[in-house]
């Protein structure tokens, strides 16, 4: 039976993990927001680049050159370059946005990211709480937010990627509450405030 559970949690920590779920969300965000679903797509595509594409390929260079430990970073001590690296990826992937004018949900979206991720980065300095859990808070939230409350069904997705990290031992409790109480409210707040 622990087997079966392990498993399981695992498949939900990388099949939800924060690299997928940034990548796809912008995608999401940005078919809807755009003059046309293609349109809207190219810009939710170069959001992605900048928010997971380019923070996750330096992730796993990290990784193969052994300075890394693996490709979720479980060393706290480990994970201030990649987070701040992460960061100006995204504040690059911003200002993009915003000089070309992209649509203002998509441009929210990243702002908003961008914020959760400086949060992230400083708590992270000296407690490892929950990357993936305030990922996927913030997925939730957003997806409820855009498309309406049907969409608070998605929390239970956010649920089990948090009991997924308390599973592997990755988080405690209180890391994966802490996350995703941020994740929530860095969307709630900054997407819900710039979209």
């Not at 608070?152 to 994966?176: C, E, K, N, P, Y």
Request: glycine share 12%.
């Amino acid at each position: 039976m622990r087997n079966t559970g392990d498993t399981l949690a695992r498949g939900l920590t990388e099949v939800f993990a924060p690299a997928v779920l940034a990548g796809l969300l912008p995608l999401v965000v940005g078919a809807q927001s755009g003059s046309s679903v293609t349109r809207g797509l190219l810009w939710g595509l170069l959001a992605s680049v900048f928010c997971a594409v380019i923070p996750y390929a330096m992730i796993l260079k990290g990784v193969r050159g052994g300075t890394l430990s693996d490709h979720h970073i479980g060393v706290r001590e480990q994970r201030t370059r990649p987070l701040l690296f992460g960061l100006a990826s995204v504040t690059v992937g911003v200002l993009l946005l915003l000089i070309f004018h992209a649509p203002r949900e998509v441009t929210a979206l990243i702002v908003a990211s961008l914020a959760g991720g400086v949060i992230a980065t400083g708590i992270n300095h000296f407690w490892k709480s929950s990357i993936h859990s305030g990922v996927a808070a913030a997925t939730t939230v957003v997806l409820t937010m855009v498309f309406g409350p049907w969409l608070l069904l998605t929390g239970a997705v956010a649920a089990a990627v948090g009991w997924s990290r308390v599973r592997l031992r990755d988080h405690t409790t209180a890391q994966v509450l802490v996350g995703a109480a941020i994740g929530a409210a860095v969307a709630g707040g900054v997407f819900g405030a710039l979209r």
